[in-house]
């Protein structure tokens, strides 16, 4: 499957499918999400929450500005870029919560191809 924007990304997760494709801009936002030190992530993740559970709890389409206005006052926004933010913020409310960011980074492993292009497998 073949993936170019944080919705379908977050369903996949969801759907713990076994390979996934990503190409596009979502490509090294994603790579930057999965590369990121552990402590930082683990600071990201709890900023990102707020957000998250915003965007679950309103009743709002998955709306790039929305998201943005959530995200960007946060020290995840600081340390992440507000786009990469933004995109982890978007995949993690496409896949139903907070958990999909978790496993994102813990049951899948990174195959780099190029800057607009990566696989994650299923480990």
């Known amino acids: 499957m073949v993936i170019e924007n944080e919705q379908d990304l977050g369903k996949s997760i969801n759907n713990e499918e076994e390979t996934i494709?990503?190409?596009?801009?979502?490509a090294p936002r994603i790579k930057r999400i999965w590369y990121m030190d552990?402590?930082?992530w683990c600071v990201c993740l709890a900023c990102l929450a707020v957000a998250i559970a915003a965007l679950l709890a309103s009743p709002v389409t998955y709306g790039g500005f929305m998201t943005?206005?959530?995200?960007a006052g946060t020290p995840a926004a600081c340390i992440m870029g507000t786009s990469v933010a933004s995109t982890a913020v978007l995949t993690?409310?496409?896949?139903?919560?907070?958990?999909?960011?978790?496993?994102?980074?813990?049951d899948y492993w990174l195959e780099f191809i190029?800057?607009?292009y990566i696989i994650l497998h299923r480990k």
Not at 96 to 106: A, D, S, T, V, W
């Open 68 to 71: 943005l206005s959530l995200v």
């Open 21 to 26: 494709k990503i190409k596009g801009k979502l």
């Open 92 to 106: 993690a409310v496409s896949g139903g919560g907070i958990i999909i960011l978790k496993n994102l980074r813990h």
């Open 114 to 116: 190029n800057d607009e």
């Open 38 to 40: 552990r402590l930082l």
